[in-house]
């Protein structure tokens, strides 16, 4: 009996890093499936906003599919209609019209 009880306190002592390896190996999985392709995404978007220029044809995250015809340091001024020209902010374009076409 007294063996037996060595043996379950050697384990627990040990027991700390053993508890800890699942949530470590699921952290891992999760960092490298889903946060760095995100990052890569996010950095990608980023780049092409900054380089967008007049007559980019462009999609913002409400849907409007519109073409650029003035560059500003903060916004963007597009047209999205005939005669309707928009006023709106770097961070509301989700990507270019047309590349999702291309990817497939």
């Known amino acids: 009996m007294t063996n037996l009880a060595f043996i379950f ?22 960092y490298f499936l889903i946060i760095v392709p995100q990052r890569r995404r996010q950095k990608a978007l980023q780049d092409m906003v900054s380089q967008l220029k007049a007559g980019d044809k462009i999609i913002t995250s409400g849907g409007i599919i519109a073409t ?6 903060a916004s963007l001024l597009v047209r999205s209609a005939d005669k309707s020209i928009l006023e ?10 047309g590349s999702e ?3 497939s």
């Open 68 to 73: 650029v015809t003035a560059v500003r340091e």
């Open 9 to 30: 306190q050697g384990a627990a002592g040990g027991g700390l890093l053993v508890t800890l390896m699942p949530f470590l190996l699921i952290f891992g999985v999760f």
């Open 101 to 103: 076409e291309k990817g």
């Open 88 to 97: 709106i902010t770097r961070a509301s374009v989700a990507g270019m019209h």
